[in-house]
Structure formats: C-alpha cells, structure tokens
C-alpha cells in the first residue's frame, strides 16, 4: 500500500523558515512527479510547487523566490524548503506523487496525495 507521509509543519513567525518533507512508502509505481498543494481555510487547493523526474520544476508566482521543491529519488523523498513565510502561506500542506503503476500488465496512472501538514504562520 502506498503512503506518503508528510512532516515539518508547524508554528513560526512571519519571516521565519520551515522545512517540510514527504516520503513515499510501498511504492508500486513509478514516480514521474511530486510535488506539494496547499489549501487555506475556505480557500480551494493550490499548487505549490512540483519536481518532474528530470529534475526541472515549476512554482507557483506566489511562492516563486521564497520557496525551493527538491527531491531525493533514491530515499523517494520531497522536500519544500519555506523562507520568509508570510500569514497568508498559512494553510494545510499536501504531499502528491503521481506517475505510472508497474508489475502490471497494462501500466496506468496513478495519483496519490499525504494527509497533509499543518504550517501556521503568525503576524
């Protein structure tokens, strides 16, 4: 069963840092892109930022600057590395894997997302 757990959320202060990580358990796929959405209370979910697997990514305007995607493929680990966090990047984190599944005789995709982390960002 595939499990992608996220960590490194929390409470800091505007201009603070977080480092958030996300590893993948049980993978029966392979691993084309991850990345990390977020959604803020009432708000719908957004992209963050995404790590292809050859290593180009692409970043939201929001967070383009301040914030870094990278990836470890041989831990199958993502990370978001968050400087000058503002109030407004308050919001739940989420971890997602998307790529092909293998040991199947048709390969199809596959689209997994983490249960989220919390980071909360004070003024």
């Known amino acids: 069963q595939v499990q992608l757990v996220e960590s490194g959320g929390g409470l800091v202060q505007a201009g603070g840092s977080l480092r958030l990580s996300c590893a993948v358990s049980?993978?029966?796929?392979?691993?084309?892109?991850m990345g990390w959405y977020r959604q803020a209370p009432g708000k719908q979910r957004e992209l963050v930022a995404v790590?292809?697997?050859?290593?180009?990514?692409n970043t939201a305007d929001s967070v383009k600057g301040r914030f870094t995607i990278a990836r470890d493929s041989a831990k199958n680990t993502v990370y978001l590395h968050m400087n000058s966090l503002k109030p407004e990047d308050t919001a739940v984190y989420y971890c997602?894997?998307?790529?092909?599944?293998?040991?199947?005789?048709?390969?199809?995709?596959?689209?997994?997302w983490g249960k989220g982390t919390l980071v909360t960002v004070s003024s």
């Open positions: 049980g993978s029966t796929f392979s691993i084309n892109t």
């Open positions: 790590i292809i697997s050859d290593g180009s990514t």
């Open positions: 997602n894997a998307k790529g092909m599944a293998t040991g199947v005789l048709i390969p199809y995709p596959v689209d997994y």
